[in-house]
């Protein structure tokens, strides 16, 4: 069973910092490109960061110059560095992965910014 497993997030004032960690529990998706979604309430889940196997980012304009998304492919982990938080980044953050047309999510760590 493939699973996707997020850690890091927690409640932190605005200017802060925090790291999420998402396992993964097969080599496999060591091939494949991961990223780092997010969902507010009332709001679509969307992409904040993703990286490509060989480690190349991607990030929404939104958080550019201040999160930096990277992995361990020893450690079977990518990891989200969030510097520089605003309570608009206040959401549910869930790892996720695409395998052979098949989508993986983990079950999401709350990340809370307050003013």
């Known amino acids: 069973q493939v699973q996707l497993v997020e850690s890091g997030g927690g409640l932190v004032q605005a200017g802060g910092s925090l790291r999420l960690s998402c396992a993964y529990s097969?080599?496999?998706?060591?091939?494949?490109?991961m990223g780092w979604y997010r969902q507010a309430p009332g709001n679509e889940r969307e992409l904040v960061a993703d990286?490509?196997?060989?480690?190349?980012?991607n990030y929404a304009d939104s958080v550019k110059g201040r999160f930096t998304i990277s992995r361990d492919n020893a450690k079977n982990t990518v990891y989200l560095q969030m510097n520089s938080l605003k309570p608009d980044d206040t959401a549910v953050y869930y790892c996720?992965?695409?395998?052979?047309?098949?989508?993986?999510w983990g079950q999401g760590t709350q990340v809370t910014v307050s003013l």
């Open positions: 097969r080599s496999i998706f060591s091939s494949v490109a």
């Open positions: 990286i490509t196997s060989g480690g190349r980012p």
């Open positions: 996720h992965a695409k395998l052979l047309g098949t989508h993986y």
